[in-house]
């Protein structure tokens, strides 16, 4: 079946760290797959998204690159901010055009100044 | 635009009450979502409805019912509210983008 397994948190970091958050899938086909980040005391917003094989997605300094060859889709920033501090998923789409995703368990990224 | 809203922002029930959560979106979006969040298991959906007039089942919709009223609206329905339904509810809408917009979220405690 479909499913998304991401690292487990917290993953605490300084202020201008380098940022790697793994994320492997398991799907039929060629699903589109998608990094979302929740702060605190909010719903959920979309980070960024790639819908093909090489693809790579990017936004507000983050970026991931759709790897058919490893079945991943990593989530990295070169410098973070004590505002990038939140929970991140990964999630793909297994429904196709009824849009149907599968979410990540999260990973909570905190940083300190 | 306040794209999707959801109400209550917080509610307390006892077991075998039932309440109604609201969701309203704005955007003239065709799918609308349910899900719920739990700690350690990531957002699960529980029903999706494509268009107006349609729903469908997602992963976990035990114990919940859903009425898709019109285009803007989509609420989820709990008969008889039992501990297990403990959690966040988020309501979700997309066009065809496959972008999917979260409301605030519901917090729901079940005693």
């Known amino acids: 079946g479909n499913s998304v397994t991401q690292m487990e948190g917290p993953v605490t970091l300084s202020e201008e760290a380098f940022l790697t958050i793994n994320c492997t899938y398991t799907a039929t086909g060629y699903p589109s797959l998608f990094w979302y980040v929740q702060y605190p005391g909010e719903g959920l917003q979309l980070l960024l998204k790639?819908?093909?094989?090489?693809d790579k997605g990017s936004n507000k300094g983050f970026e991931a690159t759709y790897r058919k060859e490893t079945t991943s889709f990593h989530l990295e920033k070169g410098s973070v901010q004590v505002s990038d501090s939140a929970v991140y998923f990964c999630a793909l789409n297994y429904g196709g055009a009824t849009n149907k995703l599968i979410f990540g368990t999260g990973t909570l990224l905190a940083v300190q100044p | 635009n306040a794209g999707v809203t959801q109400t209550p922002k917080f509610q307390v029930l006892k077991t075998g009450q039932s309440m109604t959560l609201q969701c309203a979106q704005d955007m003239n979006h065709n799918s609308m979502y349910w899900y719920r969040q739990d700690p350690g298991m990531g957002l699960r959906l529980i029903y999706y409805?494509?268009?107006?007039?349609?729903?469908d089942k997602g992963e976990v919709p035990n114990g919940y019912n859903v009425s898709r009223l019109n285009k803007r609206e989509f609420s989820l329905r709990l008969e008889s509210a039992a501990p297990s339904q403990t959690s966040v509810y988020f309501c979700a809408s997309a066009r065809d983008t496959e972008t999917q917009y979260f409301g605030p979220g519901t917090r729901l405690l079940v005693l």
């Open positions: 790639a819908t093909k094989a090489d």
């Open positions: 409805s494509a268009s107006e007039g349609t729903t």
